[in-house]
């Protein structure tokens, strides 16, 4: 089973910008539709963006739309999520998931991904 394994995670100001890369914990031939969700301690946890295998599909939230920026690099089997104007209620452990196929219905709901992260924290403060 491949895991998903974030990195980049830190304390910023805001206004900064700050990188999450996410990889498979061992290698795999595989290529899966990827997402990131975030989730604050005592909160249900929240989607931010996600890209289908290819790279030519992304959906975001509303709330970082525009901010945000999910890409992939195939052939290291690595997805990014570029994130600019950070804001304090940015603030949470963002999760790196899963799914082999990515539906324009469900692309948000995190029950469908099958593989998760165990997250790294991104903290903004004022």
């Known amino acids: 089973q491949v895991q998903p394994v974030e990195g980049g995670g830190g304390s910023v100001q805001a206004g900064d910008s700050l990188r999450l890369s996410c990889a498979p914990s061992?290698?795999?031939?595989?290529?899966?539709?990827m997402a990131w969700f975030r989730q604050v301690l005592g909160k249900e946890r929240e989607f931010v963006a996600a890209?289908?295998?290819?790279?030519?599909?992304?959906y975001y939230a509303d709330s970082v739309k525009a901010r945000f920026t999910i890409s992939r690099d195939n052939p290291e089997k690595t997805v990014y999520l570029q994130m600019n104007r950070l804001k304090p209620d940015d603030t949470a452990v963002y999760y790196c998931?899963?799914?082999?196929?990515?539906?324009?219905?469900?692309?948000?709901?995190?029950?469908?991904?099958?593989?998760w992260g165990q997250g790294t924290q991104v903290t903004v403060s004022t």
């Open positions: 890209i289908n295998w290819n790279g030519r599909i992304t």
């Open positions: 998931a899963a799914r082999q196929v990515l539906y324009s219905r469900d692309y948000d709901n995190a029950s469908k991904y099958d593989y």
């Open positions: 061992v290698r795999t031939d595989a290529t899966y539709a």
